[in-house]
């Protein structure tokens, strides 16, 4: 019997653990809680004698995976993964997954909405223009940007999209246009939506001469991570283009800066993308399945730490 702990600094909602305990436990094993701790010593308690976790936006790093004597896997319910160590875990022979998919119309319902509260000038009473006829490039073409391509076509939405790693016949498959690269998507989108992890090569890559090709009116929308955005390059464009906005549910670390652009600005005040009831249950539902399927027969189809 496996004994797997649940560590959320955010708690999953009480559907999501309830489903996690049912999946966990009709396999034989054991399901502990850790919810709502506030200091790492509490985490690094937690994880001594336990062979599974489960984490959200939690850090798994060295130090988590030294005190975590008998820990296999960690799976992380959500499609990013950049909260765990992987070189760290596979030093330590720990599994780390993620849960791809789960959250994936979640982010994209974001998107739109917030959109529709862009164009709208944030609902503040004066004419907004309407989606219909604009082009969305999308950055990225994996399960949150195939949704998000899904939900604008039905907003009547031209939609294009690059990704370095998807093949174009792929994405044109989905009845989406692929276009040759990145600098081309931001060209011809009125509307550019970011789904790229942060990685050596996105980190900062979202700058000042990559955004100022974008046409007179257009609007970027981070729903990714915060890293990839070159803030201190984006403030300075914003600030020489006026009809320029910027729409995130990632609170940028100069907030306050982003927010003397009154009406071109907006950001939640919390990463949203996953927060909705379905996505939480899906994706921990998801990752309890991935626990009880390595313990069972070794699957670890959703490795991102080989």
Partial sequence: MAKVLIATEKPFAPAAVAGIKNEIEQAGNELVLLEKYTEKAQLLQAVADVDAVIIRSDKVDAEVLDAAKQLKIVVRAGAGYDNVDLAA?????????????QNANAVAELVLGM???????F????????????????????????????????FG????????????EVIEAAGVTAVDCQEALFEQADIVSLHIPATAETK?????????????????????R?????????????????????LTDIKPDADAEFAQFE????????????????????????????????????????????
């Fill in 204 to 224: 900062q890559s979202i700058n000042y001469a990559l955004v100022n090709k974008m046409k007179k009116g257009g609007i970027l929308v981070n729903t990714a």
């Fill in 123 to 154: 609902y503040n009473g004066k004419a907004g223009t309407e989606l219909l006829g604009k082009t969305i490039g999308i950055l990225a073409f994996g399960n949150v940007g195939r949704n998000v391509a899904r939900i604008a076509k039905g």
């Fill in 226 to 246: 915060k890293e990839v955005i070159n803030e201190p390059e984006l403030l300075k464009l914003l600030a020489e283009r006026t009809d320029l906005r910027y």
């Fill in 89 to 101: 875990a596979t030093a330590h022979n720990v599994v780390v997954e993620n849960t791809p998919g």
């Fill in 263 to 306: 009406g071109r600005y907006f950001s939640t005040p919390k990463k949203m993308g996953a927060q909705t009831a379905e996505a939480n249950t899906n994706a921990g539902i998801a990752a309890a399945k991935q626990i009880n399927a390595y313990f069972k027969d070794g699957c670890t189809k959703f490795q991102v730490n080989k």
């Fill in 115 to 121: 959109l529709v509260f862009g164009v709208r000038n």
């Fill in 157 to 168: 939405m031209n939609v294009i999209a690059y990704d370095a790693y998807c093949p174009k």
